[in-house]
């Protein structure tokens, strides 16, 4: 069989936009995701999935902010050999979608204006439903496949990050779904080290003696400064390597917005938050270091009248590692595959932004990045393009019925 129709997949349209509406409908901001998790276990259940296959592992446990409940994973059996195949997207939205009214205008499902939609990743939570859904209800052949569904994706990539890859069941191939378009197939993304720096300087009255305080505000300004004269800030391009960088917060004690209390006093402290990015690790680190060098410079340029200068603690870690498939993995080639058989050209890409996928691929499981439909995700014009949807939908249930 060289093509298939529409008419080829056996797939409920109408029940899987219903599907979608119902999950858009249910809040489940990052870190509170209890809500739409039990609408999920709900759903599965209606459709057929045994209540012994849908479990959450403890993944929030380790999760060093506040989380409602662990990554929802279900375990289908396989209708025939194979090996274990996983399909993933993540639970949360953005604190933007809360409150989320969808409403269906054609083509489109948008929000009511006053809020973002959240089809970033509904639309992968419906999805994953509609596969098993179709699955059972078509009595389609399939090998094992697992469904996860993970937490505080959109504040870290946490839930992906503590997962226990021993959950997966020796899963071969991941299909993650969080995207636009059915025929942009996600085949690597940059990796993520995250820095921040404390400035302690000395209070003094500005205007009486200004020379006996030490401005945490001028340090923060002079290092970015320099960070930025050394070729650091925003697009990075170096003769070893090539990234971005940001800036994030620049603020005061315990979170407040601003550094410093007064016009007429030496700012005393400062907090600055900032990012690094890149293909490579190792040169995400060398962004991060040359912010560092930039503070210690900084600090030593900023003296009182008795050549005191600002303690400055700077602190960097990994957030998420990169990761680039081959084009001939075998997960890209099965969606490639999947993509013709439907008539659909693929195009590959590289996210410069991070998905679970960076760390399920650390697990061990190459994942390929597919699109359901959403669009203009994390602002109140946030709509699913309802066409988009269904070839995701077709899409994800031929890669789970292709002889391997």
């Not at 503590?162 to 636009?180: F, K, R, S, T």
């Not at 942009?184 to 993520?192: D, F, N, R, S, Y």
């Not at 003696?209 to 391009?237: C, D, H, M, N, Q």
């Not at 007064?262 to 990012?275: C, L, P, Q």
Request: contains cysteine; glycine residues 12%; hydrophobic residues 40%.
């Amino acid at each position: 069989m060289d093509t298939v129709n529409n008419a080829s997949v056996p797939l409920d349209v109408d029940g899987a936009i219903d599907h979608l509406m119902n999950f858009l409908s249910v809040e489940g901001v990052t870190g509170h995701e209890a809500k739409i998790g039990a609408a999920v276990a709900d759903a599965l259940k209606a459709v057929g999935v045994p209540a012994s296959a849908i479990r959450y592992d403890d993944a929030n446990t380790r999760i060093p902010l506040p989380t409602e409940t662990g990554n929802l994973i279900v375990d289908l059996p396989g209708t025939r050999p194979g090996p274990r195949l996983l399909f993933s997207t993540h639970l949360d939205t953005v604190p933007l979608c809360a409150g989320a009214k969808p409403r269906r205008e054609g083509d489109r499902i948008v929000s009511d204006g006053t809020t973002a939609l959240g089809g970033d990743a509904r639309t992968g939570v419906a999805m994953l439903v509609v596969i098993a859904e179709t699955l059972i209800k078509h009595d389609l052949p399939h090998p094992p496949i697992t469904l996860l569904f993970t937490v505080r994706e959109e504040s870290g990539l946490h839930g992906a990050r503590e997962l226990n890859p021993a959950d997966l069941g020796g899963a071969v191939m991941c299909i993650n779904v969080d995207g636009q378009l059915a025929s942009q197939l996600l085949i690597g993304a940059v990796g993520q080290e995250n820095w921040e720096v404390e400035i302690k300087g000395k209070a003094s009255h500005a205007g009486v003696a200004p020379e006996k305080g030490i401005s945490a505000t001028l340090v923060g300004a002079i290092a970015l400064a320099e960070a930025r004269r050394a070729g650091w800030f925003g697009k990075v391009v170096k003769s070893d390597g090539d990234g971005t960088s940001n800036v994030g917060i620049f603020g005061g004690k315990d979170g407040t917005v601003a550094a410093g209390d007064a016009t007429n006093v030496v700012t005393d402290y400062a907090y600055i938050k900032g990012e690094a990015r890149s293909r490579e690790a190792a040169f995400a680190t060398r962004i991060a270091d040359g912010y560092r060098q930039a503070f210690s410079m900084a600090r030593d340029e900023v003296r009182d009248d008795e050549g005191a200068t600002a303690e400055v603690a700077f602190h960097q870690k990994p957030s998420y590692p990169p990761f680039e498939l081959a084009e001939d993995a075998p997960v890209v080639q099965r969606a490639r595959k999947a993509l013709k058989l439907l008539g659909i050209e693929p195009t590959l890409l590289f996210s410069n932004g991070g998905l679970d996928a960076n760390w399920l691929d650390k697990h061990g499981v190459p994942t390929i990045t597919i699109g359901a439909g959403q669009a203009e995700i994390h602002t109140i014009k946030e709509y699913v393009n309802l066409t988009e949807y269904e070839k995701g939908c077709r899409l994800g249930v031929l890669m789970a019925t292709l002889d391997d």
